[in-house]
């Protein structure tokens, strides 16, 4: 596993070609850049292929990327993955899609009556990501880049290549849909309790 102290050792290695450097690298973030594209890419095809032109990216832009302490690779490398979705996305003349439970739980889910947003802190992380993974791909796209990458729909409009309104109304339907979704989800957990 990458330490801080040897990370930039190791990112100079990989730089130089050392296969080794480049292996540590690949075993040390795969499993999150994976998770990471599929929060926005739901097809396995498309995923693998995202995947495999963001690896290559990142090892192709290595002597780009500039050391800035610890958990900076791992946000840079993230940064590629996220732009290789939206790259992958718009080729397709699609939307766009998804997000991941940490920040997730910090989203106040809309709710049309008087009975307040669902809990979602008593609903497995999976169960979340699924119902996630279930919203229409343009929805799970504004919401992703909107609550995990942190973008502001002026942002997000410029990179999907929409109006900054029709952001904001994805992300609002897009947690309307959430909540319903999840409010089922409560009362059927509930009932098997009774």
């Known amino acids: 596993m990458l330490k801080a102290e040897t990370e930039r050792q190791v990112i100079e290695r990989a730089r130089n070609g050392d296969r080794k450097a480049v292996k540590q690298i690949y075993d040390r973030f795969s499993s999150y850049l994976t998770a990471t594209c599929a929060r926005f890419i739901t097809n396995e095809n498309d995923l693998r ?36 979705c939206l790259k992958l ?11 991941f439970e940490e920040n997730l739980r910090d989203l106040e889910v809309v709710e049309d009556d008087d009975e307040g947003p669902p809990d979602i802190h008593n609903v497995p992380a999976e169960v979340l990501q699924r119902m996630i993974r279930e919203l229409p791909e343009g929805y799970r796209t504004v919401l992703n880049l909107f609550v995990v ?16 309104s029709t ?28």
């Open 49 to 84: 292929d995202v995947l495999q032109d963001g690896f290559v990216k990142i090892f192709t832009s290595l002597d780009q990327f500039v050391y800035r302490g610890e958990g900076s690779l791992k946000a840079w490398a993230r940064q590629i993955m996220v732009n290789q």
């Open 89 to 99: 996305m718009r080729s397709k003349r699609r939307s766009v899609p998804i997000m």
């Open 149 to 164: 990458e942190e973008k502001s729909h002026k942002e997000i409009a410029s990179l999907l290549g929409i109006t900054e």
């Open 167 to 194: 952001s904001a109304s994805q992300f609002f339907r897009a947690r309307k849909i959430l909540a319903d979704k999840l409010k089922e989800y409560l009362i059927k957990v509930n009932n098997k309790k009774k």
